[in-house]
């Protein structure tokens, strides 16, 4: 089955950029989405189909997707940034399932 | 409003059974593929099923496959989980969610509901 490596924790201080990776085998090929979640608080889609950004979303959280690592990137980062960040890709390998990784705790500093 | 309600989580003895309901409102239901998806107290976000708009498509995770079945009925913007022979490994705050994208199966989750306990104890 296909898996998807994250960090388990990427720090940054306000108002520099965070980037968290997503690696997964040759996932350039694939579609990847990001999610954000707070404590107690349902997830929330930030980044779609690689790169693009559902409407409500800031302009500071943009992504990429190539070759083995995918990275969702967050510029001037806030202390409401602080949160776990997920990433998702659909593996229609053998079947079509979706799989995510495993997240990435972001502190704010 | 777009919203997901989820209801139909309880606590329930392993080798149960339970249904899961997710009431839709404030978009078109039925051009939407649905998912369901789970977090384990502590843990991660983890992918269980998905429906496509018409129900013609149906797609689980391994660990949920023969045992779990999602269904939908557009006449009343519903979503159901139907959750067989439970395991204790099965208790999650289970979440509904749409598709960002019509017709798509392969999009991200762009609506999410609050989601449901499920506990499966003895």
């Known amino acids: 089955s296909y898996v998807l490596t994250q960090p388990p924790s990427v720090s940054v201080a306000p108002g520099k950029t965070a980037r968290i990776t997503c690696g997964g085998n040759?996932?350039?090929?694939?579609?990847v989405h990001w999610y954000q979640q707070k404590p107690g608080q349902a997830p929330v889609l930030v980044i779609y189909?690689?790169?693009d950004r559902p409407s409500g979303i800031p302009e500071r959280f943009s992504g990429s997707n190539s070759g083995n690592t995918a990275t969702l990137t967050i510029s001037r980062v806030e202390a409401g940034d602080e949160a776990d960040y997920y990433c998702q890709v659909w593996d229609s390998s053998s079947d079509h399932r979706g799989v995510f990784g495993g997240g990435t705790k972001l502190t704010v500093l | 409003e777009v919203q997901l309600v989820e209801s139909g989580g309880v606590v329930v003895q392993p080798g149960g059974s339970l249904r899961l309901s997710c009431a839709a409102s404030?978009?078109?239901?039925?051009?939407?593929?649905m998912h369901w998806v789970r977090q384990a107290p502590g843990k991660g976000l983890e992918w269980v099923s998905l429906?496509?708009?018409?129900?013609?498509?149906?797609y689980y995770a391994d660990s949920v496959k023969g045992r779990f079945t999602i269904s939908r009925d557009n006449s009343k913007n519903s979503l159901y989980l139907q959750m067989n022979s439970l395991r204790t490994e099965d208790t999650a705050l289970y979440y509904c969610a749409k598709d960002v994208e019509v017709g798509a199966t392969d999009g991200g989750m762009d609506v999410w509901g609050q989601g449901t306990t499920v506990t499966v104890s003895s």
């Open positions: 404030g978009f078109t239901f039925d051009d939407y593929t």
């Open positions: 429906i496509s708009w018409d129900g013609g498509s149906t």
């Open positions: 040759n996932i350039g090929s694939k579609s």
């Open positions: 189909y690689d790169s």
